[in-house]
């Protein structure tokens, strides 16, 4: 075996992942920890006070495992143990703890955090099918831009980087940022959490749409008339943001 063949998966054609990148003890613990989480709260939705808290911790454990297996799977080169998505800033943490004191509080002490009525019962419906579309979104377009998908934004263009118009890309030109936003959106309208459903809504909004302008002056860089036509007739899917 020569040294390019000991790095070289046999069945693809990528090389294996940068292990100074993947710290093997860090993305063991961290896959354990969200399993772990996952694993209490299943049987926890049987007999659970309000369905929707445990349904919250399913929904961000399968998420953040979401984050790193599609990018091992679909993108390896990519991949590190950053691909959790866990360290996701600290306005990201501080949401989510936000959203989890917010639903154990009201649990406690206010009687609309149950399935009882209509209404809630209707909520709770629309936030569990946000939070699919959004997952299934977010993870189909991480599979269909590649290798031309990254965390983080890339200043320069890659070698490897091709403009991604086609499958999901037909349907919003920022399909993982939609799928993020819809998926955020439904796990606070799940747990019936006004004050978190406003500020993720106001939070997550103005942080795409600054993202998106960013990322796009970038792309009509680097792919030129063909971003400005795929711009022109692709929208994102996110109410405000053209
Ligand atoms: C976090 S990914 C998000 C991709 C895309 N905005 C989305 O929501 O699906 C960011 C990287 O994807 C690249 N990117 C964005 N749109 C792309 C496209 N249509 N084709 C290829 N690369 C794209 C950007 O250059 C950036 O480095």
Redesign the pocket.
Known sequence: MNDNESVTSSKTDYPYPDIKENPLDEISITSYILGTVLGISVPWLINAKFVGFPLYLISLSAFHFLEFYVTAKFNPLKVDSNSFLLRNGSGYSAAQLLAICECLIEMQFFSFKSLSTFHTKLIFGLGVCLLVVGQVARST?MIT?GR???????QEKQDD?????KGI?QYS??????GFFWWAVGTQLICLNPISFIVFTVVLWSFFKKR?QH?EQ??IK?FGKEYLD?KETVGVGIPGIH
């Open positions: 377009a831009c031309s998908f990254s965390h983080r934004i890339m980087h091709q403009l991604v118009t890309y030109r920022h399909p993982s940022y939609f998106i990322e970038l792309l680097f795929f």
